[in-house]
């Protein structure tokens, strides 16, 4: 049961450089999120989705887009990469009892 | 607003002594809490969440409304205890608002 997958597990970006970052459930999960991890300011939730073909803003969302074409995986797109997108990403989906799990992340380096 | 505070961005300890992890959170509703933790090279997963009122791993959390705390508390704690400690507030049950997190050193 392989969970919550996250693909690339790194990468490095230049300044203007577009990615998107896939993730995986495999938990028939409706809920999923993605998340950036900055020290010192814990995890921000980007955007998020409650169901297939929806998807909605969180605490950060500028520059960033987000796409839920199947329900078990959630896509996030950075357009076009600044240096203030250097961060670490996790993925999550929420299952029974509101409880989130979550993909082991994607280091991001945007120079 | 609500708001999920962890004062401590570092606590050090040493093997046997209690920990006190401190978690303060601001929310006008009734609040579902958790503790997430993340070992080093692992990925972010649940400790404890204050509904189901248990121990994991020694670890023990009360939800405190009077203060609104819910601060994560073991007595003796161990070498494999080293981790970063999110503690985390649900908003209308599908988002979880986190706190900055805080890292927990114990030493030998």
């Known amino acids: 049961n392989a969970g919550v997958t996250q693909t690339p597990k790194f990468r490095v970006l230049k300044t203007g450089q577009s990615m998107t970052l896939l993730c995986a459930q495999d938990?028939?999960?409706?809920?999923m999120y993605w998340y950036r991890q900055d020290p010192g300011m814990g995890l921000r939730l980007i955007h998020y989705?409650?169901?297939?073909?929806?998807?909605a803003k969180g605490e950060v969302p500028d520059g960033y887009n987000v796409s839920r074409l199947k329900k078990q995986n959630f896509l996030l797109g950075l357009e076009s990469a600044a240096p203030s997108q250097t961060s670490v990403y996790f993925c999550?989906?929420?299952?029974?009892?509101?409880?989130?799990?979550f993909g082991a992340g994607t280091r991001l380096s945007v120079l | 607003a609500q708001r999920v505070t962890q004062p401590e961005k570092l606590l050090s300890v040493f093997k046997g002594a209690p920990v006190e992890l401190k978690c303060n959170y601001s929310?006008?509703?009734?609040?579902?809490l958790f503790w997430y933790v993340q070992y080093s090279r692992q990925r972010l997963q649940l400790l404890l969440r204050?509904?189901s009122r248990e121990s994991i791993k020694g670890f023990t959390a009360d939800l405190n409304k009077g203060e609104t705390s819910f601060h994560l508390k073991k007595p003796f704690a161990q070498e494999e205890d080293s981790a970063m400690y999110y503690c985390?507030?649900?908003?209308?049950?599908?988002?979880?608002?986190f706190g900055t997190g805080t890292r927990l050193q114990v030493f030998p």
């Open positions: 999550a989906s929420m299952g029974v009892q509101n409880i989130q799990y």
């Open positions: 938990m028939n999960h409706e809920y």
């Open positions: 989705s409650v169901g297939e073909g929806t998807t």
């Open positions: 929310y006008s509703g009734s609040p579902e």
């Open positions: 204050h509904i």
């Open positions: 985390a507030l649900s908003k209308n049950t599908d988002k979880l608002i």
